[in-house]
């Protein structure tokens, strides 16, 4: 776990900025003129506010379409402004204490990429065929992604999000990312990997961390489906995985379907962050979840544009759909994360599971959290001494949850 240290304390606000800022999907698209991307800048401190140390932005740089299909990775896309957009927003979040992480898509480019000998022929990612995949073994293509990584982190970034890193050979990264951090030392990289052994991955791609979907998987389905063995199970394997690397954590990203929405019964919301936010990781909360928003992700062309709507001017200013008291419980539950940063490396074990609840332990040294989830509508025995947070009685009501001291 050679990670930079500032990042046991990484909190990120993470946000898809073309659609934060109404740039897509829209026609006519806006020009660099709008300097759209300076819209978010009303919306940092709300990221301060909540607790976040950290903004993750989705892509940035010049493309077709979503942002995922590049055309030139060293241009900020003009339907977000320019250059100088970018370092604004750079400066601004640097004021308020707020790191910056960028979204590097690297293992395919869209139909106008610059350099065509660079691609591998008749080769497009999962089918898409908007999305052109690049040749990995091409000494070109290993020297390209290396110096856009450079570049931004010299303009100020300090973390890179990998997009479909595990569509890309991990020796591809395990030559860029070493370049990379002789430069950049303190830079962090996380990869998307969805499935697969996730611990090989991180030691033969060199990579920080990578985005825990097992994890995300069975906080959800194992509520839904009043099932706390699943989440048992889940948390044993991520406990797993510390032996190799701190997972990125999450209940929300801009892939998926809202966590407010994805589970059935709203009882559950609180649980889902509670897990989320006292086991071990560098946790993100997806712009918009903290206000309780509600979206499906559809799969057919434009059901993404749901889960990545335009957000109003200022978070002063109504937003359809927002609950106040999610975003209390988020700042709730970022607030005991932040004074407890011991959680980003806690090991996690089980210490009770029932059909009716789950009781797990996370500790590091000395330090102790004993979580309860009641997953049922009867009471459960909350375990632990002196409660911290959630319900402060010995027995939890129908839904309660309890973090206390061990």
């Not at 430069?183 to 990579?207: C, L, N, Q």
């Amino acid at each position: 776990m050679g990670e930079p240290d500032w990042v046991r304390h990484a909190i990120w606000w993470h946000g898809y900025p073309l659609g934060m800022t109404g740039a897509y999907p829209a026609d006519p698209a806006p020009g660099p003129h709008e300097h759209r991307l300076l819209r978010l800048l009303p919306w940092l401190d709300h990221a301060v506010r909540l607790g976040a140390s950290g903004i993750a932005l989705g892509p940035v740089f010049a493309s077709t379409s979503h942002g995922y299909d590049t055309t030139d990775h060293f241009r900020v896309d003009p339907r977000l402004g320019d250059d100088q957009d970018f370092d604004t927003l750079v400066t601004e979040a640097r004021q308020r204490g707020l790191r910056v992480l960028l979204d590097g898509v690297f293992n395919h480019v869209g139909p106008g990429f610059g350099h065509p000998g660079w691609l591998r022929p008749g080769h497009t990612f999962e089918g898409h065929e908007g999305l052109l995949t690049l040749d990995h073994a091409n000494p070109e293509v290993r020297d390209h992604v290396t110096a856009v990584l450079a570049h931004w982190l010299d303009r100020g970034a300090d973390a890179w999000r990998l997009d479909a890193a595990y569509a890309t050979p991990p020796d591809f990264w395990a030559d860029v990312l070493p370049r990379v951090r002789a430069r950049h030392p303190g830079a962090w990289f996380v990869a998307e990997v969805i499935h697969g052994d996730y611990a090989d991955f991180t030691t033969k791609s060199t990579v920080d961390s990578v985005t825990q979907y097992e994890l995300w998987k069975a906080v959800w389905s194992s509520l839904n489906d009043g099932n706390p063995h699943e989440l048992a199970w889940a948390l044993t394997r991520h406990d797993g995985f510390l032996d190799t690397f701190v997972p990125a954590t999450f209940v929300g990203n801009h892939d998926v379907t809202r966590i407010a929405a994805k589970l059935t019964d709203p009882h559950h919301l609180p649980h889902a962050l509670v897990v989320l936010f006292t086991t071990a990781g560098t946790p993100a909360v997806y712009a918009g979840d903290e206000l309780g928003l509600h979206a499906v992700k559809e799969d057919r062309h434009g059901g993404d544009d749901a889960i990545r709507p335009e957000f109003p001017a200022t978070p002063e200013d109504p937003f359809p759909g927002s609950d106040p008291a999610v975003l209390r419980l988020h700042q709730d539950l970022i607030g005991l994360r932040r004074r407890h940063p011991w959680l980003h490396t806690a090991r996690t074990r089980i210490t009770e599971t029932t059909h009716e609840h789950l009781t797990y332990e996370s500790t590091s040294g000395d330090n102790a959290l004993v979580v309860t989830l009641n997953y049922g509508p009867g009471t459960v025995r909350a375990a632990g001494t002196e409660a911290v947070a959630g319900e402060p009685a010995d027995h939890l009501g129908p839904f309660g949850w309890r973090i206390a001291r061990r």
